[in-house]
């Protein structure tokens, strides 16, 4: 059974930083792009970045560049999300997501239950 | 970007009755290549992350049930339910996978019991 578990949010003064992360099991996480998607409270989702398999390629929504970094480490079958600089705008519910089922990129087939992340001072 | 509106942003309808929702993207998702169209429907019910329910604008995700039917090209899709349950109140979301890698979602659509 594919399982996606997140961990590492929780409440961090505007400017500060947190490092996300998103443990998978129950498929080869090596062989899949990963994502992670946001929702800020009572709003929709929002791609937020992605990693390819051997994290040669990273991608970032606009808001997020210079600021969020995604990582991954096939040996631990952990995805990260090491994110700086945070505004009050980056509060919101961070989902780390499998891309690539099937074989389609961008297609998001599992997705793990999510970790609240609060910007406020 | 590839923008996404959703119609209606919310919707009640009576268990056992047709559902629709309505998904219209500002720039054609259909790749003519492959005769694909790059759009997604997700359900999240309250509490729950989101859930795959249709790709290629109408193939149905395995163990999705098959009251839940995708349908449309290029701009232009509807996701229908066809006799709806108690269990289908949700928001759903579509989502364009065509222009990578900014994948963009429509705002929601939240459908409640009459």
């Known amino acids: 059974e594919v399982q996606l578990v997140e961990s590492g949010g929780g409440l961090v003064q505007p400017g500060g930083s947190l490092r996300l992360s998103c443990a998978a099991s129950g498929f080869t996480f090596s062989s899949y792009w990963m994502s992670w998607v946001r929702q800020a409270p009572g709003k929709g989702l929002e791609w937020v970045a992605k990693?390819?398999?051997?994290?040669?390629?990273?991608y970032y929504v606009d808001s997020v560049k210079g600021r969020f970094t995604i990582s991954r480490d096939n040996a631990k079958n952990s995805l990260y999300l090491q994110m700086n600089s945070l505004r009050v705008e980056d509060t919101a519910v961070y989902y780390c997501a499998r891309e690539g089922g099937g074989g389609i990129l961008g297609l998001l087939d599992y997705w793990g239950q999510g970790t609240l992340v609060t910007v406020s001072s | 970007d590839i923008v996404m509106t959703q119609s209606p942003d919310s919707l009640a309808v009576s268990l056992g009755e047709r559902a629709t929702i309505n998904c219209k993207s500002s720039?054609?998702?259909?790749?003519?290549?492959?005769?694909?169209?790059?759009l997604a429907w997700y359900q999240q019910k309250p509490g729950q992350p989101p859930k795959l329910l249709i790709y290629?604008?109408?193939t149905r995700e395995s163990g999705v049930p098959d009251r839940f039917s995708g349908s449309g090209s290029g701009t232009d899709f509807t996701l229908t339910i066809s006799s709806l349950q108690a269990e289908d109140v949700a928001v759903y979301y579509c989502q364009q996978y065509y222009s990578t890698p900014q994948y963009t979602f429509g705002q929601g659509t939240k459908l409640e019991i009459k």
């Open positions: 990693i390819k398999q051997d994290g040669s390629e990273k």
């Open positions: 720039l054609s998702v259909l790749y003519s290549s492959n005769n694909k169209n790059y």
């Open positions: 290629w604008a109408s």
